[in-house]
């Protein structure tokens, strides 16, 4: 990068999102085009047009029954006392359900009210009805009636009324074709080998999967190379070909950000920057009258900014309304600060506590797309306001249904890779009812339990003074609250070194007498008071452990951190280390047991997870890991009780 | 058919529907086949296993903004009153968002905190604090982390956070693929020339687009011809080839319904006849281990036959829950009868009316696919009632979304093709809102508007003593009503007759003398009215009008029914009888007026259907049509305001 590149000064708008959208939608007026599809392979097109029956249905006389057809008038005579004799062919034919009724006959007689008395006569004693059990000409569907309107998305029985209407094909909006652009040096397809400083290419692909649930038809182009000339040719390619352009990144004011510049050059500019957070530097457009969106790299503030500004464009251009999210009232568990004069999108977990939706913020890092793969829901918070307090009710979009919501199982606390594995067999004996996890901590786990935000947390704390695990906390932060302790699993905790450890690490000494880089965890987590209780221990102090202010917040992520520097070491668990392929030096063995609310524990959803955890395939599972021992006595103790 | 088999009994059972399902998804254990799809594709499919990270993402420590990488070491002495000076590669370089940061630095700082001196100096005032923008290793993605549980439906979002875990391909479950067999000899594709006793095979299509909705691959067979050998045969191919099988018609207990001997030859038979109306002909049964399941030909029982039976075992199949339908409490506008012992099936037409939801049952007729297409949801109603009370608040389930519903224009009165058009153009200006249309004649219109069941009605109702149109009947009937009424249209009321007019008739007389079969309408139609009033004009009487008892409901069906009768003659509007191609012979001009609720007229939907009939646009449709002109001066009258 030249340094006078930093000269340039773009600056971001603040316009509000909702003026952002109604701007764009007004100022391009989306003429959809019309194609004709035969009608078998129609479901989900919209119509384009009202559809009008081309043939009736029936479109003759039918029998509805199985039985005779017969004229009525002479059947008036029949009584129970009097049984009256009929002649084949001349006052009765046989019919099956269906079948036309010739002219001269006006009504059916159901096979059930008939006595065959030989191969020519069959005997009543009811008189038919002039037209009973005759299905008229047109009774489904009638020559020339209005089948459906336009603007009608084509469902299942929809297809069925058209066919039987004689309607072989009908004219329904084409999909609009949304070109997709991912740009960036730094892309590389997915299962490229990577350097550092490549990233995955995987927004085109949500993109792309987004635009085919709105109904649109996605096209997504190879990786742009990241300079003006080749996003132009891009643009202009994508402009010919499809209805909407989508350009990934490049949408900020940075020296490299050069959307904006090409679509002005190019077309026109309604927006560059919107008061969101995330999603702030997002840009419309158009260009040929077709609408361009420039939005941020950012996952997160990608698949927003899809959502508020695509996703009605795909719709609009269908002709049909936007599918609306379900909304729930929640209680929020913490405090949710928030900006003045930004909205803020603010992605939640629910959980369903105490006979309440108990809602909690997950991160607000944009770029962290499992933030959306795990949030039940999603806050927005107006711009007026600096943000909600806990306790507060509020509404949230919910982004799966209330049912799994309801069903879920909270786990607050430190994590373990036995909880995924919980996780996958609580679902497989009920599909709704998966873990929802926050990797906090032990201490944390401990105070979520004490406020009634979570069901279950996991725990591993060390007494420093009597050496003994878990129930001195449990019985100093929940005492006078029913609660339920289950003893569950005894694991290592080991120093986690690179492959062969090169510095050759064996003791809470080593580290710092050989100067290692070590990567410790967040305040409140187990692992962390084991180190500072190793540290006592060995009469050491923090300031002599280079790293220590760094706080990471699970034992994947310490033995992800170790994996890059060679001089590093950290505290972890040995499925953790095994897993990147790391080496792992014993340290202690330590009880990793769950504390669970006691209305948690006496529910379907706490008989289901102890059931689970108790099961043979949980315990051989688990053993299989290494690092592990299962707790056989899971008797659990209950507090104040 | 041969008499004798008339002799072949077989009685259906009463199975409860829910005993039925539950001894079906006992008997069979459905293990789902798993395949590994690329993630690109999966959108939707669902996961057959728990799947880990293989990578992390990032994969490298990387900045988090725009800026200079620095040592947070070096930067402590900056302070606004004694900026610092760093020297390029020395102390720091330029990154830009998401470079790598080199191992020698530890911080990021924001190039808009920056102050460029010279190409190799730049200038902060504020110290930068370690690990400050930059996003760690793993920060969104760390490798060996569960992304996803199984028996995950994979989103847009899902597979993005999969491809930047390094997943590019996952096991998934394989989707259920259902053989449909439509069976019988009066079927024919769609688009053959039709003979009278052929029907359109149109229930395949509906079929295999509800498995397609239910996440299935369809297998939909040519039509199977209907006798045992054929259909054995289709049993054994479907076995061989699909998860689940379909089998159309022939599935109750007559003389040539094969079905379910086929089946218990072949396999077994666990159900042969629910206790539901409609759909009790259903068979459920198995042939080696495959679920099969027997469904009648009469389209609404067999898609109800098929979401009771076959939507749970597609499900269920992929492991996941069946979604639920919305459900909205209404009061029934009319009663509901039902039969004791088994469970009702009512479809419903739902509108909110005076600030209530209002329901009222569609035909019950098996046969009417259109009813399926129209009902806003279902009714059912339990075994052990004998029916429901006009009045009664009960639960439904939509069949749309509830705002539609609300929105919705219920129109109940006499049919007029002019209505489909209002409801063309009134969806034009807002898709969700609907005309809603009920044809029940006019009477039955002006009754519904005094009963609060509808918003509007169309009536063309000739006062016999005073020859006027309409108002004598509104001040008849809804005297002491806020309604509004709005003049609409006159039209032409003629003798529909054959091309040609065979009969050659030109006045009431000659239907009389020349013995022609009339077509007559409902009792309380205005068309049926206008005929009474002709007859005693002309001093005829009922009686001598041969057909004067059958009733048809609508104009079209009236010309449907001419157009099938040589010496046939119905009375009706112009456009109906240009529809079907048939003659028309003028008789009187009438006026065709519309009656609305002040509720309705005042409110925003009442405002759009007074600017949509003022409209250039339909007036000038209307009159296309033949037959009408629309009346100028629409001022509306009020009546008790």
Redesign the interface.
């Known amino acids: 990068?030249s340094?006078k590149e930093?000269?340039r000064k773009v600056y971001l708008q603040d316009k509000p999102r909702k003026q952002a959208k109604d701007e764009l939608i007004e100022a391009l007026k989306l003429i959809p085009e019309i194609e004709t599809v035969p009608?078998?392979v129609a479901?989900g097109r919209v119509t384009a047009l009202?559809i009008f029956a081309n043939?009736?249905?029936?479109?003759?006389?039918?029998s509805?029954m199985?039985g005779i057809a017969v004229r009525a008038e002479d059947t008036y005579e029949a009584h129970e006392h009097r049984p009256l004799h009929l002649k084949k062919n001349e006052q009765f034919i046989?019919v099956?359900?269906?079948?036309?009724i010739p002219?001269e006959f006006n009504a059916v007689i159901m096979?059930e009210d008939?006595q065959?008395i030989d191969?020519e006569t069959v005997e009543i004693i009811v008189p038919a009805t002039?037209?009973q059990n005759i299905?008229?000409?047109?009774?489904?569907?009638?020559?020339?009636?209005?089948?459906?309107?336009?603007?009608h998305s084509l469902?299942?029985?929809?297809?069925?009324?058209l066919?039987?209407g004689?309607v072989?094909e009908l004219p329904v909006i084409k999909k609009p074709r949304v070109a997709i652009l991912p740009t960036?040096n730094?892309l590389v397809q997915?299962?490229s080998t990577?350097k550092?400083?490549d990233?995955?290419e995987?927004?085109g692909?949500?993109?792309a999967?987004?635009v085919?649930?709105w109904g649109g038809e996605p096209l997504l182009s190879d990786i742009v190379v990241d300079n003006p000339k080749h996003i132009r040719q891009a643009i202009e390619k994508a402009v010919d070909e499809a209805d909407m352009i989508i350009i990934n990144a490049g949408s900020s004011a940075?020296?490299?950000d050069y959307t904006v510049h090409v679509i002005s050059e190019l077309g026109k500019v309604y927006t560059h920057g919107i008061a969101t957070r995330p999603g702030k530097p997002v840009i419309l457009g158009e260009v040929k009258g077709k609408p361009i969106i420039g939005v941020p790299?950012y996952?997160v503030s990608a698949?927003l900014a899809l959502e508020w500004f695509l996703r009605p464009l795909v719709y609009h251009y269908q002709?049909?309304?936007e599918?609306?999210r379900e909304t729930l009232k929640v209680r929020l568990g913490r405090r949710v600060v928030s900006n003045m004069g930004a909205e803020d999108f603010v992605r939640m977990n629910v959980g369903f506590v105490n006979g309440e939706f108990i809602a909690n913020p997950l991160t607000r890092?944009a770029?962290?797309?499992?933030s959306?793969?795990r949030a039940d829901g999603i806050l927005v918070v107006s711009p007026d306001s600096q943000g909600l307090e806990q306790g507060e009710e509020v509404e949230i979009e919910l982004y799966k249904?209330l049912?799994?919501i309801q069903k879920g199982v909270l786990f607050t606390g430190s994590h373990d890779?036995s909880i995924?594995i919980v996780?996958?067999l609580l679902?497989?004996k009920d599909?709704?009812r998966?873990i929802i996890s926050s990797h906090v901590g032990s201490l944390a786990g401990i105070m979520a339990i004490r406020k009634g935000e979570t069901h279950v947390t996991g725990i591993h704390l060390l007494d420093p003074e009597t050496q003994v695990y878990n129930l001195p906390y449990v019985e100093k932060y929940l005492s006078g609250q029913d609660v339920v302790i289950i003893p569950f699993l005894k694991r290592e905790q080991g120093w986690i070194v690179p492959k062969g450890n090169p510095l050759n690490i064996k003791t809470i000494e080593d580290i710092v007498e050989k100067g290692a880089a070590y990567v410790n965890r967040q305040r409140g987590a187990g692992t962390r008071i084991l180190f500072d209780s190793l540290l006592t221990k060995h009469s050491l102090t923090a300031e002599q452990i280079q790293g220590y202010?760094?706080e990471?917040f699970?034992h994947?992520?310490v033995?992800?951190?170790v994996?890059?520097?060679e001089n590093s070491v950290g505290l972890g668990v040995y499925s953790?280390a095994s897993?990147?392929g790391l080496d792992f030096i014993p340290v202690a063995d330590e009880s990793y047991d769950l504390v669970m609310t006691k209305s948690f524990f006496d529910s379907e959803g706490g008989k289901l997870f102890l059931e689970v955890i108790q099961s043979d395939e949980f315990i051989h599972t688990v053993e299989h890991l290494g690092g592990y021992k299962t707790v056989r006595d899971q008797t659990p103790k209950f507090l104040n009780n």
């Open positions: 990068m340094d930093f000269k009608t078998k479901l009202p043939l009736s249905m029936p479109h003759y006389h039918a509805a199985d046989y099956d359900t269906g079948n036309p002219n096979v008939l065959e191969d002039p037209w299905r008229p000409v047109g009774e489904d569907v009638v020559c020339g009636e209005m089948i459906l309107p336009q603007g469902r299942p029985v929809d297809l069925g009324a066919l039987a004689g072989q960036g730094e997915p299962g990577m550092p400083g990233i995955i995987f927004n692909t949500v993109f999967s987004f085919q649930e940075g020296s490299k790299g996952p698949y002709g049909i309304e599918p609306k890092a770029g962290v797309t499992m959306m793969v249904p049912e799994a890779l995924d996780s996958s679902r497989k599909v709704n998966q202010e760094r990471m699970s994947l992520s033995a992800a951190e994996k890059e520097k953790a897993t990147m």
